[in-house]
């Protein structure tokens, strides 16, 4: 069985009398392990499909099964603890808090799961070290580099330990240089850590070149699904 699969995914609303679809018919499976890029121009719904796979939309139609389970049918409850423990999310404008540290940035995941006390400053440390941040543990977001942002960023997505990395343009802010870094380091925990990684971008070549399956979106509605069995 899939880790993921969406079937028959339609999200709409109206405009006036007229009804527009913002999602139609969306189809397609995500296997444990897999890197699947989610390839678009702005506009064709790849931040609506995320949003729905990460809970944080569930007024749609069809389903969005992870783990044999209906995402959209579930208690706010439920998404809570998906949202905490199942799916970590990388936003193209990082979304750190200006007033916290890197550190503290990585433990808030930690601290709203009742990860125990002692151990979140391990735990964000090792991801830090990881990351090649430790030695910039205590500088607050406005210190650091756009890259070095990211990675905080990354490093706090998976505090939680989740199956699936949720990335929403990861590099829009980002030098050329400095893009390739992060998409390196995405490959590297979903090839040793078998991450499940789910990429939002518009940048198709990249896509094509980094990831097992690449979902094509034009208005809407899949274009076309390919797979690279060796990215």
């Known amino acids: 069985m899939a880790l993921l699969k969406v079937s028959n995914l339609c999200k709409t609303y109206y405009k006036g009398e007229n009804k527009i679809y913002a999602l139609r018919n969306i189809n397609f499976d995500v296997e444990e392990g897999e890197f699947v890029s989610i390839v678009g121009k702005s506009g064709s719904g790849k931040s609506t499909l995320l949003n729905l796979l990460g809970g944080m939309d569930t007024s749609a139609e069809g389903s969005v099964c992870v783990g044999g389970i209906n995402i959209l049918t579930m208690s706010e409850k439920q998404l809570s603890q998906y949202r905490k423990f199942t799916v970590g999310m990388i936003f193209q404008s990082f979304n750190l808090i200006p007033t916290r540290t890197a550190i503290d940035n990585v433990k808030l995941p930690l601290i709203f799961s009742n990860y125990p006390r002692r151990l979140r400053e391990t735990r964000a440390c090792e991801l830090l070290y990881n990351m090649g941040l430790y030695n910039r543990a205590l500088h607050y977001p406005s210190e650091l580099s756009g890259g070095e942002a990211q990675r905080v960023a990354i490093a706090r997505a998976l505090a939680n330990k989740p199956k699936i990395i949720l990335a929403d343009e990861p590099t829009g802010n980002l030098d050329t240089a400095?893009?390739?870094?992060?998409?390196?380091?995405?490959?590297?925990?979903?090839?040793?850590?078998?991450?499940?990684?789910?990429?939002?971008?518009?940048?198709?070549?990249?896509?094509?070149?980094?990831?097992?399956?690449?979902?094509?979106?034009?208005?809407?509605?899949?274009i076309k699904i390919t797979t690279n069995p060796n990215p």
């Open 178 to 222: 400095t893009s390739a870094e992060i998409i390196s380091l995405l490959q590297m925990f979903n090839k040793k850590h078998h991450i499940t990684i789910i990429m939002v971008t518009h940048d198709k070549e990249t896509a094509g070149r980094v990831s097992h399956k690449t979902v094509l979106l034009s208005d809407g509605e899949i």
